[in-house]
């Protein structure tokens, strides 16, 4: 069984600040698939980033970049430079390995933030 | 990339009455699509996954005979809320394995069970 956990309550940040969030997952499989998606009030969900567990470098995309530490079993998101636009709810995913495979989601952290 | 196509975006019925939501794949071939359940400030629930010509598999606790879903094709999966209460009222999402170890969303159907 695989199982995320966000524990952060809601986090708040200065326009042009980066940010932290957390998220650390425990899985019995051994390899699998950490995602982050951002779902703003609309209610789509929008993928941001992907990080194979035999991924050798941390994952970057744009303003996104994903702190994985392995052995911690922990994989943040940081937030390069907020914008007004990145207030929403933002969860961290996992999966095993494999098409087709099942994605188990964490609680979910609301970013505001602030001009 | 993968587009998913989810219809309606929002539906208001009447209580003991049945609604179909529709997922289509655009540009790809879904084999799986998952449904998901999520209400206001919570995460995603996962209630079942269907793959194309087989019968659904069903989450624990979710009720297969009041959530039928249908996935008779590559590009359509249908969940239909059948009989429809105030407490089935709830944000429904669809989503697609694609393929090379990621998913794309459908944006979503937001359910209101007068």
């Known amino acids: 069984a695989q199982k995320i956990t966000q524990t952060q309550p809601g986090m708040f940040v200065q326009e042009k600040e980066a940010v932290t969030l957390d998220c650390t997952y425990d899985?019995?499989?051994?390899?699998?698939?950490l995602f982050w998606y951002k779902q703003p009030s609309s209610g789509e969900m929008i993928f941001l980033i992907y990080?194979?567990?035999?991924?050798?470098q941390n994952a970057t995309e744009g303003r996104y970049s994903l702190n994985f530490q392995k052995a911690r079993k922990s994989a943040n998101l940081v937030i390069s430079a907020s914008q007004l636009g990145d207030s929403a709810m933002y969860f961290c995913?996992?999966?095993?390995?494999?098409?087709?495979?099942?994605?188990?989601f964490g609680k979910g952290i609301t970013l505001s933030v602030r001009p | 990339g993968a587009v998913v196509s989810q219809h309606p975006s929002r539906v208001i019925c009447k209580s003991g009455t049945s609604v179909k939501i529709e997922c289509r794949s655009l540009?790809?071939?879904?084999?799986?699509m998952f449904w998901y359940r999520q209400f206001p400030k919570q995460s995603l629930m996962l209630m079942a996954t269907?793959?194309?010509?087989?019968?659904?598999?069903?989450e624990q606790g979710v009720e297969k005979d009041k959530f039928l879903i249908n996935h008779a094709s590559l590009t359509l999966s249908t969940l239909t809320v059948t009989s429809a209460h105030p407490e089935d009222s709830s944000f429904y999402i669809c989503?697609?394995?694609?393929?090379?170890?990621?998913?794309?969303f459908g944006s979503g159907t937001r359910l209101t069970v007068v």
């Open positions: 269907s793959n194309e010509g087989s019968k659904a598999t069903y």
């Open positions: 899985t019995s499989d051994p390899s699998y698939g």
């Open positions: 540009d790809f071939q879904a084999t799986t």
């Open positions: 995913a996992m999966s095993p390995t494999g098409a087709n495979s099942k994605l188990t």
């Open positions: 989503s697609a394995s694609t393929g090379d170890g990621g998913y794309t």
């Open positions: 990080q194979g567990s035999y991924d050798q």
